[in-house]
């Protein structure tokens, strides 16, 4: 990189960007559990990876309007928690009339803009896996053999 070129604060500032990008993968895997895909062939695996985006986008959306509405910045308000309420809010949705929806819309963006995350500024994670693999091997046949053989042993 060009010291002319780019400032100290500038890297630093797009390090800081790089993070969010980087938390925002991890919440795709993790909390919404697209670590493993689940389908086999390569068009099917997109379409996965496709519902996972689109309903990340609409989790973010929400943040972002509950947010806007309740004056909280949105990226500190927890996708798991507005993942969680959006859950516990869906039956009632479904079963509201068209005015009362609307009124527990405004109450789900409420619960959301109100477990907001605290600020941590500068703030870096080692590159660690939490979790140890388990002592067990990997299941490489169908469940009925393998129970077959447990029988048999």
């Given at each position: ?42 068009s099917?695996?997109r ?29 500190r ?77």
């Open positions: 990189m060009d010291i002319a070129t780019y400032s100290t604060l500038e890297i630093v500032g797009i390090y800081s960007k790089r993070w969010d990008v980087e938390l925002d993968l991890s919440h795709l895997k993790t909390s919404l559990g697209m670590d493993i895909l689940r389908c086999k062939t390569p099917i695996i379409k996965e990876i496709y519902v996972f985006l689109v309903a990340y986008n609409l989790l973010r959306s929400l943040m972002w309007s509950a947010g806007t509405i309740y004056s909280t910045p949105p990226n308000l927890s996708l798991q928690g507005t993942r969680h309420h959006l859950i516990n809010f869906i039956p009632k949705l479904l079963a509201a009339s068209d005015q009362k929806r609307l009124r527990l819309y405004h109450t789900l963006l409420k619960v959301i803009a109100h477990k907001a995350v605290p600020d941590r500024p500068a703030r870096n994670e080692p590159r660690v896996r939490k979790r140890r693999p388990k002592a067990y091997p990997l299941m490489t046949k169908p469940r009925h053999e393998l129970r077959k053989q447990l029988q048999t042993a």
